[in-house]
């Protein structure tokens, strides 16, 4: 079994039977590398399989001559934790689709309070802002930059020192 020293990635998708799949994947190619599905219940809480299929699928890769450098994950705590404590050499970004649903949901709690309805009419400007602050950055300094002027553009601030305001 052959593998190139391409970026691969983590998807998670939970199927239509109840099972926990886990693929690891070239990042932009959508070739599968290792696939590991498992029962749903198998460990009686979602974190605990969230950890355990992605210990799985990294075992798997290793074991096959595969070094993985960068991981790609949503924002799972158990997976966070794990990365962090068994995998510091691993770089662990995350999934740009989980964190502008976390951010999309955000926006509508905080649309329901009464001093901040308007904020509402922004919400698909924000979801974009945030695909468009990584996207077009390359530093993750950069991001954060861009991500904070957000806030001053919904409240029509539009003057500021630097090229971001902080």
Known sequence: MQFSS?????VVRWGARQKYSQKMRRAKQMLIRRSSMYPHNMHGNQS??????????LRQLEHGGVRVQTIV?????AVMKFLKES?????????AWHM??????KIDQLAKTRTCREV????????NHLYW?????????KIVAKWKSV??????????DGEFPN
């Open 73 to 77: 994950t949503d924002r799972h705590p």
């Open 133 to 141: 602050c990584g996207a077009s950055s390359s530093t993750g300094s």
């Open 100 to 105: 502008a649903k976390g951010v999309a949901k």
């Open 6 to 10: 391409k970026p691969l990635c983590r």
């Open 151 to 160: 806030a001053n553009r919904v409240q029509n601030i539009h003057e500021h």
């Open 120 to 127: 509402g009419a922004w919400k698909k400007s924000i979801v």
């Open 48 to 57: 605990e399989e969230a950890r355990e299929g992605l210990q799985r699928c």
């Open 87 to 95: 995998r510091p050499d691993v770089v662990h970004k995350f999934d």
